[in-house]
């Protein structure tokens, strides 16, 4: 079975550019989960998407991050314009369906710089 | 707010040695408790789960875990562990009410010395 997919694996940008993240999740997960990782500290939930609908948004800073999930399949992840404290790895995260509480299975990360 | 505690964040030990690695968290209601491992240059695996029943819950890799209502603790073991077990491990919790979210603990850094 494949895993969650995500690219780039790594990007660096200057501060106040703009950057996308791209993730696949696991064949037939409806529930689809975007993570930040500060060194040093736990993921952080950013959105949560149940197919193609928004489950929980509450710790996304709406003003410069955006997610999509058009088709319920793949998502977007977009920082703009991006600052320092940006800095993270961005985890892509799926489940079958969160309401059974099912065990959440994650990508490999993208690791941003903004410098 | 709810919250995950993970007390020791660098734990150094020997091969062979005893592993016990702390987790605490804060909400009153029915929980789903993971453990999960990140080998370096690897992603998030998980090692093992607690939804519900025996509250002593057997993961991969020899691992263990033991839930304590009581207590709100879910903390990881290992009678022995071995070099290859270095890793950051994260605890997670999952609050069985609303979006079901992952709340995840700081983690903590294990070297294992061969």
């Known amino acids: 079975e494949a895993g969650v997919a995500q690219s780039p694996r790594y990007k660096i940008i200057e501060k106040r550019q703009s950057v996308a993240f791209w993730c696949n999740p696991i064949?037939?997960?409806?529930?689809l989960y975007w993570y930040q990782q500060i060194l040093g500290q736990g993921p952080k939930l950013l959105i949560q998407?149940?197919?193609?609908?928004?489950?929980?948004d509450s710790q996304l800073p709406k003003d410069r991050f955006s997610a999509e999930r058009l088709k319920g399949v793949d998502s977007t992840l977009k920082i703009q314009p991006a600052k320092l404290e940006d800095s993270a790895v961005y985890l892509c995260?799926?489940?079958?369906?969160?309401?059974?509480?099912?065990?959440?299975?994650f990508g490999p990360g993208t690791r941003l710089t903004v410098l | 707010a709810q919250s995950v505690s993970q007390h020791n964040h660098h734990v150094i030990l020997s091969e062979a040695a005893s592993l016990e690695l702390g987790c605490n968290y804060s909400?009153?209601?029915?929980?789903?408790l993971f453990w999960y491992v990140q080998y370096p240059g690897q992603h998030l695996q998980l090692l093992l789960k607690?939804?519900?029943?025996?509250?002593l819950v057997k993961g991969i890799k020899g691992f263990e875990a033991e839930f304590i209502k009581s207590k709100f603790s879910f903390n990881l073991r290992k009678p022995s562990v071995q070099w290859s077990d270095t890793a950051e491990y994260f605890c997670?919790?999952?609050?069985?009410?609303?979006?079901?979210?992952?709340?995840f603990g700081t983690g903590t850094r294990l070297k294992v010395l061969a």
């Open positions: 995260a799926s489940s079958l369906d969160f309401l059974s509480g099912d065990t959440q299975y």
């Open positions: 064949s037939g997960h409806a529930t």
């Open positions: 998407f149940q197919n193609n609908g928004v489950v929980d």
């Open positions: 909400y009153g209601g029915t929980v789903n």
């Open positions: 607690y939804f519900s029943g025996d509250p």
């Open positions: 997670a919790v999952s609050p069985l009410s609303g979006t079901y979210k992952y709340i």
